[in-house]
């Protein structure tokens, strides 16, 4: 009895062939598009053109080289801290904790130079090293017990402010070793040590989230975890790993603040938790998730630098600072809806008829 002939060809795979070469077959015939302008990325640039030249009119010891260094060595923390918000905010979250997270590694990082006698180098690492902890904690808290963002973050925010005032029983901690002042804050070629920082962290912020695989995980984590999820991202570890950033980011930032006042002072990062988040939201990073830019957390916190700055050349008190600021991220906000299209003035579809059912017959 002779055997049955097999198919040499898979008509499944040939069909699978086939879809593959139409699909290639009308991606070439398709008309390639222009990169289009990001107008709204755009905005942000002529904004802070536009601040600085107005502030600049007003007084001209504004556009003065000493008081630009001034404005961008004042709006270094900012910048630094808010690169890690940055991150958080594309996943969808927030971090309230990151300046409780500077007070916190600056008061242990001071405390171990000047009572335990460590090195400056290692108390520097020490300090990251806390930072990191702290931000891994959030994450952890977040993804495994599946608390909300707002919740964890503002629970451990009060947490590590209170450890900050436990370590030293709310007093500030002096004599700072010259060594850790030296390495964060003096100057190179002229530049200050904090800007020069802060580029190399912008650079390598950018590269992690436009050049590697863990950078699109974190943005399609923010577009929707459900998605992501069913894509094969570990969604659990991504925003572990980005809190964790974060917690670095605002450790780093902590370091930068002891070394520019030559101490340690219980809440010192307090004041940089809204500006920080301010800086991120004005620089175009989407409360809503799945959208940021590192270039524009940048700007952000030099439009927040000028204004300060500018306001303090032109004798306005110092309490008027928060309106502005406020008034800001609120335009900044509002433009970035006006540019996706303004909810409020879309049309809304007419309600469909309801079409009568027939009884049913008994």
């Known amino acids: 009895m002779s055997q049955p002939t097999l198919p040499t060809k898979d008509p499944g795979k ?7 070469d139409r699909r290639q077959d009308a991606a070439a015939r398709k008309p390639r598009t222009r990169p289009t302008l990001n ?11 536009v601040i600085f030249l107005i502030f600049g009119l007003l007084n001209p010891n504004f556009l003065t080289s000493g008081n630009l260094r001034d404005i961008a060595v004042s709006a270094s923390v900012n910048a630094i801290i808010g690169l890690g918000i940055t991150f958080v905010i594309i996943t969808g979250g927030i971090d309230l904790s990151v300046g409780s997270i500077a007070s916190f590694v600056g008061i242990a990082t001071a405390t171990l130079m000047v009572n335990a006698g460590t090195s400056p180098f290692l ?4 300090g990251i090293a806390l930072g990191l902890v702290c931000g891994a904690i959030n994450g952890l808290l977040i993804t495994k017990l599946k608390l909300p963002p707002f919740i964890a973050t503002l629970g451990t925010m009060s947490i590590y402010q209170g450890f900050a005032y436990v370590v030293t029983n709310g007093k500030p901690v002096y004599n700072i070793p010259k060594d850790f002042v030296f390495m964060l804050n003096s100057y190179v070629g002229g530049i200050p040590v904090a800007v020069i920082l802060v580029a190399v962290l912008a650079v ?16 399609a984590t923010g577009g929707s975890e459900e998605t992501a999820w069913l ?3 570990r969604v659990d570890r991504v925003k ?33 938790l809204l500006t920080a988040i301010a800086s991120a939201v004005i620089g175009g990073a989407n409360l809503m998730g799945g959208e940021g830019r590192i270039a524009g957390t940048l700007v952000g916190a030099l439009i927040l630098g000028a204004l300060t700055n500018g306001l ?7 309490f008027y600072e928060q ?8 335009i900044a906000v509002a433009l970035d809806q006006g540019s996706k299209g303004w909810p409020l003035f879309k049309k809304r579809s007419a309600p469909q008829a309801e079409v009568p059912q027939r009884e049913a017959a008994v």
């Open 323 to 330: 309106i502005v600021t406020g008034l800001v991220v609120v």
């Open 240 to 272: 572990i790993a980005v809190y964790a950033l974060s917690g670095v980011l605002a450790g780093i930032g902590g370091l930068v603040i002891v070394a520019r006042i030559n101490a340690a002072q219980t809440d010192a990062g307090s004041p940089y």
């Open 204 to 219: 390598l912020c950018w590269l992690l989230l436009r050049r590697t695989v863990f950078g699109q995980n974190v943005i």
């Open 14 to 20: 040939d069909t699978q062939t086939t879809l593959v």
């Open 123 to 126: 108390a520097l690492l020490a």
């Open 39 to 49: 107008l709204q990325a755009l905005g942000i640039y002529i904004a802070a053109l």
């Open 312 to 318: 303090v050349l032109l004798n306005v008190p110092s």
């Open 231 to 233: 894509s094969g991202v």
